[in-house]
């Protein structure tokens, strides 16, 4: 990185809680950054304070802001708090989605679903570490987290 670039972090929901996990990574010159965003997840209502709300969401407003300088969407895992909004908010960022394998699966029925065809846009990868190429020459390590690998 030269002096003029910058790594930013937002955490756009699953800080400092359980759930909701969507956290996006830019890089590169104040306002010029390429994002990669890590999950899109949901988490579930206290029924007592949020009856008839069934699932929530982050907002990826943020994210969905910059989708032009959005590089990819890494899903770590197969939990609901990591891919359970897939499905939901795709059509918000419209970018390639990696995972491992057997979150592949959990992906493809979270797209299909809201009548997406994931066929054309999921990555998966067999290897426990993969390298993605995200970004202007950014080399993306992917890493599984509890869910087997095969």
Same mark, same amino acid.
């Given at each position: 990185?030269?002096?003029?670039?910058?790594?930013?972090?937002?955490?756009?929901?699953?800080? /400092?809680?359980? @759930? *909701?996990?969507?956290?996006?990574?830019?890089?590169?010159?104040?306002?010029?950054?390429?994002?990669? !965003? =890590?999950?899109?997840?949901?988490?579930?209502?206290?029924?007592?304070?949020?009856?008839?709300?069934?699932?929530?969401?982050?907002?990826?407003?943020?994210?969905?802001?910059?989708?032009?300088?959005?590089?990819?969407?890494?899903?770590?895992?197969?939990?609901?708090?990591?891919? /359970?909004?897939? @499905? *939901?908010?795709?059509?918000?960022?419209?970018?390639?989605?990696?995972?491992?394998?057997?979150?592949? !699966? =959990?992906?493809?029925?979270?797209?299909?679903?809201?009548?997406?065809?994931?066929?054309?846009?999921?990555?998966?990868?067999?290897?426990?570490?993969?390298?993605?190429?995200?970004?202007?020459?950014?080399?993306?390590?992917?890493?599984?987290?509890?869910?087997?690998?095969?």
């Amino acid at each position: 990185m030269s002096n003029d670039e910058r790594l930013v972090y937002v955490a756009l929901g699953g800080a /400092g809680e359980i @759930g *909701m996990n969507m956290y996006a990574y830019g890089w590169g010159k104040p306002g010029a950054e390429r994002w990669i !965003l =890590v999950d899109m997840g949901v988490t579930f209502p206290n029924m007592d304070g949020s009856p008839g709300v069934d699932l929530i969401t982050a907002d990826p407003g943020f994210i969905a802001e910059r989708r032009d300088r959005l590089e990819a969407i890494f899903i770590t895992h197969g939990h609901e708090d990591h891919v /359970g909004a897939l @499905g *939901m908010l795709w059509h918000r960022v419209e970018t390639p989605v990696y995972c491992r394998a057997f979150t592949g !699966l =959990v992906a493809r029925d979270k797209m299909e679903r809201y009548g997406l065809d994931p066929s054309h846009l999921l990555r998966e990868h067999q290897r426990p570490r993969a390298h993605v190429l995200a970004g202007p020459g950014r080399d993306a390590h992917h890493y599984g987290h509890a869910a087997p690998a095969h």
